[in-house]
């Protein structure tokens, strides 16, 4: 949604909500087919680490320490019900530092779009927006400040 100086992207947002609430309540599976459109991504960096409910647990966690062994920091994202399990990445990532490892987390709302397809020629096609909660988790690796003491 773009911002705009005249108070209409409040407007259309409360507008745009307000259509979905009226697609959820009339949307007949006779009459239309709800295809949901796969969320934007940010631009993948090589330290990213997307989570879904359908990758296996441990095959992300061995990506994502190995991205950290190698880097400074890894970035873990998980949209919607993926929130908890890139929640567990991440302080899984931190209990396996042993301390040398910090993160720091980030929540969002994305704006998801889905199709409806009409199943009959006399329907149009349209479109409908909802939102899903988003988290975006940096673990990063913390440097010990080395003390060195002077001989008196």
């Known amino acids: 949604m773009s911002a705009s100086f005249d108070g209409t992207s409040k407007i259309s947002s409360v507008e745009s909500n307000e259509k979905s609430k009226k697609y959820k309540e009339f949307i007949d599976k006779e009459e239309y087919e709800l295809r949901k459109r796969l969320p934007r991504k940010l631009p993948k960096r090589k330290t990213d680490v ?7 647990f441990t095959s992300q966690l061995e990506r994502a320490q190995k991205i950290l062994d190698s880097e400074n920091e890894v970035y873990i994202h998980g949209l919607g019900a993926a ?27 994305v704006e998801l779009v889905d199709d409806l397809e009409p199943q009959t020629d006399e329907l149009e096609p349209d479109t409908q927006s909802r939102n899903n909660s988003a988290i975006h988790i940096k673990v990063y690796k913390i440097n010990p400040i080395k003390v060195e003491l002077k001989d008196s």
């Not at 302080?91 to 969002?108: F, K, M, P």
């Open 50 to 56: 997307y989570v879904t409910r359908k990758t296996n």
């Open 83 to 109: 929130i908890n399990q890139a929640i567990n990445l991440g302080l899984q990532l931190q209990t396996n530092g042993h301390g040398s490892v910090e993160i720091a987390t980030h929540t969002s709302t």
